[in-house]
């Protein structure tokens, strides 16, 4: 990925498109986490139920600190050991913040920072979700993406051949009050791994 294909891929998200791009685990697929109308068309796309949650990404992870202040110092050096990387992170969300993306449970926040150097000049989050049918197998390179979704989304971006692994999922919205974390996927980054970060 270039500076060219970062310029696309902010444009696509601004004017309320669907972008398909390569992140650092499977190809994914984005859009504006602020709206509705993009988000609705996203889950449409992808066939996933409408109170199924999202995880909102960021580029940067000093863009993602300071949109989200309400995290307490705890959770903030946490995130700090684990991004960026191929980690999805659970998080309080006090505020509210990006209610389009947390589904039926509007205190809880899914973060991604992709390790992608090509798009770190990217500075806006978005709202992303994996680019399969839902329920169905990631996809590692675009021959992998369903046809159905690649007609329907408004920019594609080729980044070759990806590792395949989805992100771990780690919970860490009781890590500020008691230190504690739980692993809710297994992934790209063993529970090993986690462990000997957060500890």
Excluded: W
Excluded at 84 to 99: E, K
């Amino acid at each position: 990925m270039n500076a060219r294909d970062a310029a696309a891929f902010e444009r696509c998200i601004a004017g309320g498109g669907v972008a398909l791009f390569p992140a650092d685990t499977v190809y994914g697929l984005a859009c504006d986490p602020e709206s509705s109308a993009a988000v609705e068309r996203l889950y449409r796309i992808k066939g996933r139920p409408a109170d199924r949650p999202a995880a909102v990404m960021f580029f940067e992870l000093e863009a993602a600190l300071a949109a989200l202040p309400d995290l307490g110092p705890r959770t903030r050096h946490a995130l700090t050991v684990l991004l960026p990387g191929r980690v999805t992170v659970l998080l309080p969300n006090p505020s509210r913040r990006y209610p389009l993306a947390c589904g039926p449970a509007p205190g809880r926040l899914g973060l991604r920072v992709p390790e992608l150097d090509g798009f770190a000049g990217v500075g806006r989050a978005v709202l992303q979700s994996s680019a399969n049918p839902s329920g169905g197998a990631d996809a590692r390179s675009l021959d992998h993406v369903d046809e159905r979704i690649r007609r329907e989304v408004d920019l594609e971006l080729d980044g070759g051949e990806l590792p395949g692994k989805p992100s771990t999922v780690v919970d860490l919205t009781a890590h500020e009050e008691r230190g504690e974390y739980a692993i809710v996927r297994e992934g790209a980054v063993p529970p090993a791994e986690i462990d000997r970060r957060l500890r």
